[in-house]
T-cell receptor
Framework: NAGVMQNPRHLVRRRGQEARLRCSPM?????VYWYRQLPEEGLKFMVY????????ESGMPKERFSAEFPKEGPSILRIQQVVRGDSAAYFC????????????FGDGTRLSIL | AQSVTQLGSHVSVSEGALVLLRCNYS??????LFWYVQYPNQGLQLLLK??????LVKGINGFEAEFKKSETSFHLTKPSAHMSDAAEYFC?????????????FGKGTHLIIQP
């Protein structure tokens, strides 16, 4: 049973480039969540998606950030024109449903901006 | 709106001693509560959860937590610490009111085990 798979594990980008982070949920899970973790901080919710739908993006920065979860393939978190402040660990989680269903986390993508 | 406060960014205990990690929450609806553990360079692993029913919840690795509504607390305990328990622990609250369900996390407590 594969868990939540995220790739790449580490990503280095220069300022102004684009970053694409991928997340494949656990088998059978149709709910995907993205979180950002800054050093010495807890995880901050960014966006919640179901297949082909964004359910809640209240935690997403208004500009440069977007997320999708297509009918086929992994969920993608896309950051355009990256800046130094985007350096963080980005975690994806998936669940069977919302509410009391626990979220299962991937190992994260550590994004470094040069 | 929801929030989580974890008292103590670092907690140090001796091997074999009681572990107590504190978590207080605020929520406008009955909360779902979770404890996660994070080892270096890894994702979060679910330790235990409270949704409804029994307020004392048992999790993996000998951990348990008690939901106290009157104190808005969900403290995590383990009777006897082991060296392998050294990690970062996060308390989180979820929304039982339906709709969006991004978890709200505390800032974490780094558990240090002294030999």
């Amino acid at each position: 049973n594969a868990g939540v798979m995220q790739n790449p594990r580490h990503l280095v980008r220069r300022r102004g480039q684009e970053a694409r982070l991928r997340c494949s949920p656990m088998k059978g899970h149709s709910h995907v969540y993205w979180y950002r973790q800054l050093p010495e901080e807890g995880l901050k919710f960014m966006v919640y998606l179901q297949k082909e739908n964004i359910i809640d993006e209240s935690g997403m920065p208004k500009e440069r950030f977007s997320a999708e979860f297509p009918k086929e393939g992994p969920s993608i978190l896309r950051i355009q024109q990256v800046v130094r402040g985007d350096s963080a660990a980005y975690f994806c989680a998936s669940s069977l449903g919302n509410g009391n269903q626990p979220q299962h986390f991937g190992d994260g993508t550590r994004l470094s901006i040069l | 709106a929801q929030s989580v406060t974890q008292l103590g960014s670092h907690v140090s205990v001796s091997e074999g001693a009681l572990v107590l990690l504190r978590c207080n929450y605020s929520s406008s609806v009955p909360p779902y509560l979770f404890w996660y553990v994070q080892y270096p360079n890894q994702g979060l692993q679910l330790l235990l959860k409270y949704t409804t029913g029994a307020t004392l919840v048992k999790g993996i690795n000998g951990f348990e937590a008690e939901f106290k509504k009157s104190e808005t607390s969900f403290h995590l305990t383990k009777p006897s610490a082991h060296m392998s328990d050294a990690a970062e622990y996060f308390c989180a609250v979820g929304n039982s009111g339906g709709g969006a369900d991004g978890l709200t996390f505390g800032k974490g407590t780094h558990l240090i085990i002294q030999p």
